[in-house]
């Protein structure tokens, strides 16, 4: 049973998360796919594009009032796959590329050997933390796969809806209220995984996608590192850096083991923190697709990644949003680049360039806005208007990212939190790096050869999005931004190991050039040590890091216990009654709605005591009372007006103010759980 | 592009190992271990029949009947591990405080109702 478990799961991952994607670049490319792409950016793009594929298929299927079944996931996957092959078989070779293209990137046998390795040593020790924090207890993914059980389970799309407590003239209701917080993209694939594969939501199965969308989301890194410093789109002389392709190894390599668990890495996988973990991996993706397309000149990447980029929009809010301030960025460090050299040549030799920047932004905005990509344009306006408008957009959300810091959480970290948040060693690197890029994006000497100015948006990419994030994190404020910083932080470490990796690629070629030049007084042994002195403090820092995550073991035995008392509760309760459970003290509390699949809100639950005292947000009482002190006037009209019947608690903390009073029978008796029944 | 092949399916063998030895550790943690529970068949009416699970190796249990403080009932049961024994409780004398309290070793669990 297991084993076809398993088989099933595998197949589902295939069909849901790879033949779409990889169906897609045949229907545009055609046979050049191979050409434009090297295996292994095929492989990454293809699973990026399947996400965003699947979640729009999906939608569509939802809205047409189609059931959302096995049967019907099959078919319009099998249709769209038939259609992209349709469109592949007719494709014309118009998009010739120069057949060199794909040879750029051909590892070598040790380069190889050093990529699988660093690979394996990555999944090695997510894989050892994961172990321990597999099973299925954490809070965010309780939550979410909720959402996805309920569009399993009852066919259709969901609504974001719960059942709050309202308070009028001290009586207590519950009402039906909007939620904000969840988008659709969080949910649609592990529905879809679900129902194909008839895997359990409470099993293994969300923790393993999440932690493949991880993996892939490093190899994202790396492809756009590769491609970043690729000796064509990148003016480093041979002589400073012989092999670019070690870049993006360096990148695998501060971005795979080290800090392999720390957030958002293993940490995120096991907290379920879905949104953020695609937006992980769509972040990278969309800003590979929009440097190629540009550097390339191909309308038909363009288009990918509009289609990239739109589609997170569909995943996650604060990513997209983090992504659209990258964007900004870039472009204005483009063009300040551009145009402080514009003026330098200007002064210093009275040439004037500025008609070659102003050709290549008309042919940037060519690219753009090609007939296919308008068209393209139109049509996710069309399904963002009328077809489904995420769930953000329809609330206040936008309205609370958007302001002055409202909480002390969003005033930007300090330097110091800063620096734990990318990884000390990390940031050290990537200051030097970016202070390379620096120097080499506005340097004149790269501008007197001719189209120098696209040789600015590789340095341009990497800067502009460490800028961006590190304004966000640092002086929200600046921004006109309201989130938390902490959560903007997660981003950080991406850019700055893109930008760590290429200094410590150039410090191991700059020690090695030493060697007989002359250059230093200082032996180049004696440098030579230093370098590999740092090295191991980058090594260890983040190894570090992953021990202190790895020494706890988790004993998941109260969880069971949590799960069991709902299967006790599921069989004996009926429609009219609410249960109250306590968030506090009991293990997966988060996972006991997915035994009822009544509300998001059922049963209700006593949260974390700092929130009823958060002054900025103030929150009802009655989940505190009602657990607190159920003695109390204000429980019993709390008890009486939603209707609660079952309290589950944890005798170890909140036994005895039920065993004094009368109206509670104690009906249920485990360690860790004891439920009482309000008669 | 050999080499890209052999990182790809190099890649594929590593994830599908680790997701196969996750698999089968998470399926592991869902047995119970050395655990027990005492709950009542119906929580809502006065019905005293309680249920007995076992998911520990040891099979003694005991159980008695207290109404308002006064022994009226007790038995020794054998339950099996893994297995659980549902006891009907008859007739039942006047009181206000009915109580199972079992106990399995050294550990003691009780339910109640008043009536």
Known sequence: ?679 | MKNHKIIIVSTLAIVLTSFLFLSIAENRQHRIKNGWFLYFENPKNDSMSFVIENYSDDKDFSWSLIVDGKKIKMENIKILKNDSKNVMIQGLPEGNFFEIKADHGKEEKNIYKKL
């Open chain 1, 1 to 679: 049973m297991f084993i076809i478990e398993q088989i099933l799961f595998y197949l589902s991952l295939i069909i849901i998360l790879f033949l779409p994607g990889y169906f897609l670049l045949l229907a545009i490319f055609g046979k050049d796919v191979r050409k434009i792409f090297l295996p292994l950016e095929n492989f990454t793009i293809s699973f990026g594009l399947s996400l965003i594929a699947v979640n729009f298929l999906i939608i569509i299927l939802g809205k047409t009032g189609i059931p959302i079944t096995t049967l019907s996931i099959s078919a319009i996957i099998g249709f769209f796959l038939t259609t992209c092959y349709l469109f592949y078989k007719n494709k014309n070779k118009k998009n010739k590329v120069d057949r060199q293209e794909s040879i750029f990137a051909d590892f070598s046998k040790k380069q190889s050997i050093l990529i699988i390795l660093i690979i394996f040593l990555t999944v090695f020790i997510k894989t050892a933390y994961l172990k321990d924090a597999i099973f299925p207890t954490s809070t965010d993914l309780g939550h979410h796969m909720y959402w996805a059980k309920l569009v399993s389970e009852t066919g259709n799309l969901p609504d974001y809806e719960k059942l709050e407590i309202i308070e009028d003239e001290g009586n207590y209701f519950l009402e039906k209220s909007d939620i904000a917080d969840f988008i659709i993209g969080e949910h649609l694939v592990f529905s879809a995984i679900n129902l194909l594969s008839g895997a359990d939501f409470i099993s293994y199965f969300p923790t393993l996608v999440l932690f493949l969308i991880d993996i892939i989301g490093i190899l994202a890194i790396f492809i756009l590192t590769l491609r970043i410093f690729s000796r064509k789109n990148f003016i480093t002389p041979k002589s400073l850096i012989k092999n670019p392709l070690n870049i993006s190894i360096a990148a695998l390599l501060l971005m795979g083991p080290i800090y392999a668990i720390s957030s958002p890495q293993a940490k995120f996988v096991s907290g379920g923190v879905v949104g953020n973990i695609i937006g992980n991996l769509l972040i990278p993706l969309s800003l590979y697709l929009f440097f190629r397309a540009l550097k390339e000149e191909n309308k038909n990447l363009m288009t990918l990644a509009l289609f990239a980029s739109g589609g997170m929009f569909y995943f996650h809010h604060l990513s997209s949003l983090i992504f659209i301030f990258i964007f900004i960025f870039i472009i204005l460090f483009f063009t300040f680049a551009s145009l402080l050299d514009i003026a330098f040549l200007r002064i210093k030799e009275n040439k004037s360039r500025f008609s070659d920047f102003s050709d290549l932004m008309k042919k940037y905005f060519k690219i753009a806005f090609s007939a296919q990509n308008i068209v393209f344009l139109a049509a996710i306006s069309i399904f963002v208007l009328f077809i489904h408008t995420p769930s953000y957009l329809n609330f206040d959300a936008t309205s609370t990212a958007v302001g002055a810091p409202s909480k002390s959480t969003r005033t930007g970290l300090t330097p110091a939190q800063f620096k734990y948040a990318v990884g000390e060693p990390r940031l050290a690197l990537g200051l030097i790096g970016i202070f390379l890029l620096s120097l080499i994006a506005l340097s004149h000497k790269n501008f007197k050869k001719k189209n120098t100015f696209e040789k600015i948006l590789a340095p341009a990419f990497i800067i502009g999005w460490t800028i961006a994030l590190s304004v966000m994190t640092l002086k929200p404020h600046w921004l006109y931004i309201n989130i938390p910083s902490g959560r903007v932080a997660n981003y950080t470490s991406f850019p700055f190991v893109i930008s760590a990796s290429f200094a410590l690629v150039w410090l191991a070629y700059f020690i090695k050039n030493l060697k007989g030049s002359g250059y230093f007084s200082v032996s180049s042994k004696i440098i030579l040590l230093f370098f590999f002195l740092m090295t191991l403090t980058v090594f260890s820092s983040g190894h570090y890091d992953n021990s202190q995550s790895l020494s706890g073991r988790i004993d998941n035995q109260s969880a069971l216990e949590t799960f069991h008392a709902s299967g006790y509760l599921t069989e004996r309760i009926d429609s009219e009654i609410m249960t109250i459970k306590d968030h506090n003290y009991i293990k997966a509390d988060a996972w006991m709605k997915l035994s009822f699949m009544r509300d998001y809100s059922y049963p209700l639950s006593r949260g974390f005591f700092k929130r009823y005292e958060d002054p900025t947000k103030p929150r009802e009482m009655c989940t505190l009372w009602m657990i607190e002190s159920p003695s109390s006037e204000k429980a019993q009209r709390c008890y009486a007006g939603t209707g609660t019947r079952f309290v589950v608690i944890n005798p170890e903390f909140d036994s005895i103010q039920f065993e004094k009073n009368d109206d509670f029978w104690k009906i249920y008796s485990g360690k860790h759980i004891e439920i009482f029944y309000r008669h």
